[in-house]
Structures are given as C-alpha cells and as structure tokens.
C-alpha cells in the first residue's frame, strides 16, 4: 500500500552527493544512516531540511520520490535557495504488524490505530540517533533554528515526537508531517503539558481526504490537539489523495518552507492554527 517510485538518476543540473554517518547506538544496536543529500555541503547551505522517509522506504527511495515528483521542482527549488536536503535512513527492525518481519521503520506498532498504545522505546531510539544527526549538522556550521525536520507517514511521525518532545527539537526552524499522525497515549502529549514555556516549533500538515491506510481524521485529530497545546499548525486535506505524496502538497510545502526559512514571505506563516481543506 505504500508507493515507492525509482529513478534511475535525477536530473542533470542537480548535484547529488550520498555518503554514509554512523550514528551512535543504544543499548546493544547501533543505527547506521546512509543518508543521500542535495544542495551545497553543509559549511555553505544557507538551511538544511532533513526528509525523513515511510515505513518499509530507504533514504535513496525517497529522494528518487522527490526527484519524479512534478519535475523534481521540490528538490530544485530548495538548490536554488542553498537549503541542503538530507535523507536519513531508518533503522531496520521487526516490524509487530508485518508478523516481526526485519523492515526499515522509525518504530514498531503493536495496533495500526492512534487508540493502539506507542512503542516507546523504539520512538525515543529514533529520536535519539535523529537528535545526533542534528549534532552533526551543527558541528560543521549550521544553526538548529536553521534545519527544518519533516517526512511522509512513519517519517512524519517521528519528526513531530523529536520536535515536541526533545530539547533539540524544540529549537527547530519548524516540523512537518505528510499523512502522518501520534498515538493517543504519546509521551509527547504529557512532554508538551510538562515543559509548556519550552519553544514549539511551527507544524506544517497535510493528509490525503481518501488515505484509507493512514485515515484523514487520524491526522485531522493530531492537529486539533496539537492546536490547544498551543503549537500553530499548518493543517489541509488534499482531496482524492491517498497515502502518497502529490505535487499540490508539495508545492505547498515548498513554499512554507521557504517562508519559515526566510526565503520568502508566506502568509502560512503566523501565530494562529490552519485547518483547511486543498
């Protein structure tokens, strides 16, 4: 159900470099990321967004995603501003909802729905080897409220508990997440009450009207509570969009990105919760 597209290349004019970082590990398994990139080294970047893939998805796959998606615009929008994009891979592990088949996930589940309890242990695993590449970044220049984290479906799941429930996710430029949605019972929502004069990242938000895998008031519910907790929230519904990316979403994204980067002025950028349908 999930849609991974492959390109043999991506267009011409696009640099691409591909290089592996070791993360270090927790407990007895170290996570290793080999992580595609585009745009200028980071020494040079004038931003970073880290493209965070689904469940099942590799590094590689989701860049080749972005680069058939509309042309590539995405990708080369964001050369074209010197924001550098960087693919991390997930860890694989057993999945419990593919019988504990080993597959490239963020966490495990134990129950598809919000209302299914959180493996917390792998969540806080993944935030942890996330919060380490954030180091890394910063170690050769860049400022955390200069890197934007985001993803599709798992990708975007983590990305919202590493800005709203991590130190070094608080001071991101911003968070989103693509038919993405958190449990019921997340630790992030208990992080978010606990330490509420910490910083909270912008969310930006999107969600296929017909995902009948990841459905749409699982998202739409995520960002309402996200709302109350005081976080402003980009949220739309992409009509006759299932689990997939689109070119309309991403447009959308191109575009909040560029404004929360500086890059461009955006009225999606503000002080008050968006739910809208596209």
Not at 48 to 55: D, E, T, W
Not at 129 to 158: K, N, P
Not at 181 to 208: E, I, V
Request: with cysteine; glycine share 10%; proline share 5%.
């Amino acid at each position: 159900s999930l849609v991974l597209l492959h390109l043999p290349s991506l267009p011409a004019p696009m640099r691409i470099e591909r290089r592996a970082i070791l993360l270090g590990g927790l407990s007895t398994q170290s996570l290793a990321y080999f992580t595609c990139t585009t745009g200028p080294p980071t020494a040079f970047a004038n931003a970073a967004v880290l493209f965070l893939h689904g469940l099942g998805e590799t590094a590689e796959g989701m860049q080749h995603q972005l680069g058939m998606l509309g042309g590539g615009n995405f990708l080369k929008q964001m050369q074209q501003h010197d924001i550098r994009v960087l693919f991390p891979s997930a860890t694989p592990r057993p999945y419990s909802l593919n019988h504990g088949r080993t597959m490239n996930a963020w966490y495990d589940r134990t129950g598809l729905p919000p209302t299914a309890r959180e493996h917390t242990e792998s969540v806080e695993a993944s935030c942890t080897s996330l919060e380490q590449a954030l180091s890394s970044l910063v170690d050769e220049g860049l400022s955390l409220d200069r890197i934007v984290v985001g993803g599709f479906s798992q990708g975007g799941g983590i990305s919202m508990q590493l800005g709203y429930r991590t130190l070094k996710g608080a001071e991101l430029a911003g968070i989103f997440a693509l038919s993405s949605y958190a449990c019921d019972d997340s630790p992030m929502w208990t992080a978010l009450k606990k330490n509420a004069t910490r910083r909270r990242p912008p969310l930006f938000q999107r969600h296929g009207a017909a995902d009948s895998y990841i459905l749409p008031t699982w998202g739409a519910a995520t960002a309402k509570r996200l709302c109350v907790e005081g976080i402003n929230v980009d949220f739309g519904l992409v009509q006759g969009l299932g689990h997939q990316l689109a070119e309309a979403e991403m447009d959308q994204l191109t575009e909040w990105l560029l404004g929360i980067l500086g890059a461009r002025s955006t009225e999606s950028v503000g002080n008050t919760c968006s739910m809208l349908q596209s």
